[in-house]
């Protein structure tokens, strides 16, 4: 990435699309628009629902961001959810910790002995299949890969997904989050790498979904 300055980057980023929290009633809706699209139709991941929206138990205590296209009128094009430990039971596990329950590595680091408060979980990152990258990935989550950075002569940037990624860790920021975890594939750690982010596994893989 070192022949494309990250402020190229960002002003190529900002000429398609904007990133914004979801902080009223109608951003949300999009957000629950967007998940039931890729995680209901594309994926199946969900129970398709009448109301066009998808949501879980989780959502009563987590913070939101939203992509959409800068042009308008204005096209829906990701969302990323930041899940905060409940307010109402702080000391209830956010969702890593059940389904990474067996795998975790505790000499590493062990959230049952951290302040909950100041942690919190990255997930239900969607990207609408209109956005996907590449022809022939329309059924395939968001995911970044190798071809999405190009090489030396053509570099590249994956902009929604890596987009929601980093709007999800500046909640976090903003909102006094020191530890931040998420539940993806292991070879991600390496592509945040290419970008400065350091991502340390803690776990053996899972199978999930």
């Known amino acids: 990435m070192a022949d494309t300055p990250a402020a190229s980057l960002g002003d190529s980023f900002k000429s398609y699309f904007e990133i914004v929290p979801a902080l009223d009633e109608e951003l949300v809706n999009d957000v629950y628009f967007i998940r039931h699209e890729v995680y209901a139709r594309d994926l199946g991941f969900e129970p398709v629902r009448e109301d066009q929206r998808e949501t879980d138990e989780y959502d009563s205590h987590s913070v939101h961001c939203l992509v959409r296209t800068a042009q308008q009128p204005a096209r829906l094009a990701g969302c990323a959810r930041l899940i905060l430990p409940d307010p109402a039971h702080p000391g209830d596990p956010l969702p890593f910790e059940r389904y990474c329950e067996r795998t975790l590595d505790r000499s590493i680091i062990d959230p049952a002995r951290l302040p909950r408060e100041r ?91």
């Open 119 to 209: 942690m919190a979980e990255v997930s239900r990152l969607a990207v609408m299949s209109g956005f996907r990258r590449r022809k022939g990935e329309q059924g395939r989550e968001a995911l970044v890969t190798d071809q999405d950075f190009g090489d030396a002569k053509q570099p590249r940037f994956p902009y929604i997904p890596i987009s929601l990624y980093m709007g999800a860790v500046l909640m976090a920021k903003r909102l006094g989050i020191d530890y931040l975890f998420t539940l993806t594939e292991p070879r991600l750690a390496g592509h945040f790498a290419k970008l400065g982010v350091n991502i340390q596994p803690i776990g053996e893989p899972v199978e999930h979904r």
